[in-house]
């Protein structure tokens, strides 16, 4: 099975401050890692993909992610937060099956970032 | 081009009524899936439309739950009759075929049910 955690219900920042929104998988191969956003009253938005290469994975809206296969992480961040990332961040993992059908996705429980001036 | 649409945003129903929910791919997205969010906790996978034809619905709850798409085009959500526990966030997403890595989602149908 596969699984993403997301350990904090809420990350409070203020406005110009770095942010990290974290994210721990667990896969039986190789993890696909996603991370979307949701605006208030809005779908979700993709961020940023880590599929294979680089570690640090650049994303929309001045986002990142880190990837670390050591510690089965996914951070999500941002060096100088805004207002208006404020939303709900959600880490997801594809599911994998050997047949390679289907490309759901597995998502975390979803983080609430605050941003404050 | 257009993104996913759904139908309604938003409904409010009671307890053993049935509710059925729309969702409009982007044209020429063979794939849709329908995914779940209940209040507070993760979204969860429902099943997966390949054109017409369902090809995982391992997601779905129960047997209340139906899910069609006829012509391959839109796809519909029953839900008969509903329970309180169906109360969430009903997400659609849509993918063309062979672009494997790209899920585009809707706005999302939230439903409660009193």
């Known amino acids: 099975a596969q699984s993403v955690a997301q350990p904090e219900d809420q990350v409070n920042v203020a406005e110009g401050n770095p942010l990290t929104v974290k994210c721990t998988y667990s896969v039986s191969g190789n993890p696909y890692l996603f991370w979307y956003v949701q605006y208030p009253n809005r779908g979700l938005q993709f961020l940023l993909k880590?599929?294979?290469?680089?570690?640090l994975v650049k994303g929309s809206y001045g986002f990142e992610a880190e990837f670390n296969k050591s510690q089965t992480s996914f951070h999500l961040k941002k060096p100088s937060a805004l207002v208006s990332d404020s939303a709900l961040y959600f880490c997801a993992v594809r599911d994998w099956k050997l047949t390679g059908g289907g490309n759901k996705l597995t998502f975390g429980t979803g983080t609430q970032l605050k941003v404050e001036l | 081009e257009a993104g996913v649409t759904q139908f309604p945003s938003h409904s409010v129903i009671e307890k053993g009524q049935t509710v059925t929910l729309r969702c409009d791919p982007i044209s020429g997205h063979d794939n849709l899936y329908w995914y779940r969010r209940v209040m507070g906790k993760e979204i969860k996978f429902l099943l997966h439309f390949v054109k017409e034809s369902k090809q995982d619905e391992s997601g779905m709850p129960n047997n209340r739950f139906l899910a069609e798409r006829t012509g391959g085009t839109y796809s519909t959500l029953k839900v008969q009759p509903a329970e309180l526990e169906d109360s969430g966030v009903y997400f659609c997403?849509?993918?063309?075929?062979?672009?494997?890595?790209?899920?585009?989602f809707g706005p999302g149908t939230r439903l409660t049910v009193t």
């Open positions: 997403a849509s993918r063309r075929t062979g672009r494997v890595y790209e899920q585009y």
């Open positions: 880590y599929i294979t290469g680089d570690n």
